[in-house]
């Protein structure tokens, strides 16, 4: 059975930067896709970023486009994401979650549907 295991997270300042890891176990990620979601307080999660199993494809939500990169490393069994210039905004419980198939929605932003999730990393973002 498939588990997802997130590391990172924490206190931050406005302008910091910030890593979050999802690792597998259980299973490999080579044929799965890996979305990493948002869930700020008060709120649903939300998709901010994804990519598919061979990398050739990557979608991010507007609000972080630019400032979050995603990466993936088959051989290490882990997806990243790395957040830059961070924003109070930016603060909430960060999902990772994945599923089998390559296919990502051609838009540019949309990440789909997830079967397996990670518990969550609490990320804040304050002065």
């Known amino acids: 059975q498939l588990q997802l295991v997130q590391s990172g997270g924490g206190l931050v300042q406005p302008g910091d930067s910030l890593r979050l890891s999802c690792a597998a176990s259980?299973?490999?990620?080579?044929?799965?896709?890996v979305g990493w979601f948002h869930q700020a307080p008060g709120q649903e999660r939300e998709a901010i970023s994804c990519?598919?199993?061979?990398?050739?494809?990557?979608n991010f939500a507007d609000a972080v486009r630019g400032r979050f990169t995603i990466s993936r490393d088959n051989s290490k069994n882990r997806v990243e994401l790395h957040m830059a210039n961070l924003k109070p905004e930016d603060t909430g419980i960060y999902y990772c979650?994945?599923?089998?198939?390559?296919?990502?929605?051609?838009?540019?932003?949309?990440?789909?549907?997830?079967?397996?999730w990670g518990r969550g990393s609490q990320v804040t973002v304050s002065s």
């Open positions: 259980g299973d490999t990620l080579d044929l799965l896709t």
């Open positions: 979650g994945a599923r089998f198939g390559a296919y990502l929605p051609n838009d540019g932003r949309s990440c789909g549907n997830y079967k397996y």
């Open positions: 990519i598919n199993s061979d990398s050739s494809q990557a």
